[in-house]
């Protein structure tokens, strides 16, 4: 007889929450909103500028999902606050935050042309702050409001660079080692100082194709891989840099009752990367 103990497709319900997607209109966000729709809840894309979120929002209401697309800057506390209250508006509830802003920029990588010694502490401070403080304080604002209902799921984007420090890109692995472990951090206070019903994970991608990372995996000249981009293939057991798609299994599980006992992990998502050793 089969073990019908479990009703596995209660396990991954999530219709009719409300997610809150921070970074929604960059390249993983977008895949991560759609996905999320698709299952049946209404998602708040947040970016930094308006067109970018409302074109999100509208191709996932053209494909019959409830979304709405607002412009935020997640370093503008300010501006998070009237987001918050713009969704609580159209949708009554925050259920999950997903904090997908982040990226990099070349002033703070090194390269042949600029050693480590010349890396611009304006860009280094930018990198810094866009990952890490803006994903503490999208927390601060958002899980206010699911500390008030009691309830609520956070899932931080880390990086490879959380687990295992990469070349070149000093302060972008600094500040998601920073996200990894505060990630841990909010996970045990929010369990032991408000509610048990409110989990904090995170997805640690590893080598994605984005607009933030293509100047360092392809070569604008010929579009072949660089030299940076092959090693990491040579590094991957599976062969392949990931697909934005990759990251919604885990997804669908870290914010569904599927995983009501799991808070304080950091997931890798990296084809095998974080495990290979190089030989």
């Not at 497709?9 to 809150?20: E, N």
């Not at 990931?242 to 997931?267: M, R």
Request: aromatic residues 6%.
């Amino acid at each position: 007889m089969p073990d019908t103990r479990f009703d596995t497709q209660a396990l991954f319900d999530v219709r009719g929450r409300t997610a809150v997607i921070t970074g929604g209109s960059g390249h993983l966000g977008r895949a991560m909103a759609s996905a999320l729709a698709q299952a049946g809840v209404q998602v708040a894309i947040l970016g930094r500028h308006a067109q970018t979120a409302q074109t999100v929002a509208a191709t996932i209401q053209a494909e019959g999902g409830t979304a709405l697309g607002i412009a935020v800057d997640v370093l503008d506390r300010a501006a998070l606050e009237q987001a918050r209250e713009e969704i609580l508006r159209s949708f009554a509830t925050i259920d999950i935050l997903i904090n997908a802003a982040g990226g990099n920029q070349p002033g703070a990588t090194t390269s042949q042309e600029v050693s480590f010694f010349d890396l611009d502490r304006q860009a280094i401070d930018m990198v810094f702050n866009l990952n890490f403080a803006g994903t503490l304080q999208s927390c601060q604002v958002f899980g206010h409001k699911m500390v008030e209902q009691g309830h609520g799921c956070i899932v931080n984007i880390a990086s490879m660079n959380a687990l295992r420090p990469l070349t070149r890109i000093p302060a972008y692995s600094a500040a998601k080692a920073a996200v990894a472990n505060f990630t841990q951090w909010l996970a045990v206070h929010m369990a032991q100082e408000y509610s048990v019903q409110i989990r904090v994970n995170a997805i640690s991608p590893g080598f994605f194709l984005t607009e933030q990372n293509r100047f360092l995996m392809i070569d604008a000249q010929n579009g072949a891989l660089t030299a940076r981009g092959q090693t990491i293939i040579d590094h991957t057991p599976m062969g392949r840099l990931g697909e934005p798609d990759d990251l919604v299994g885990t997804l669908l599980w870290l914010v569904s009752p599927a995983s009501s006992f799991v808070t304080g992990i950091v997931v890798p998502v990296d084809g095998g990367f974080s495990a290979y050793s190089g030989v």
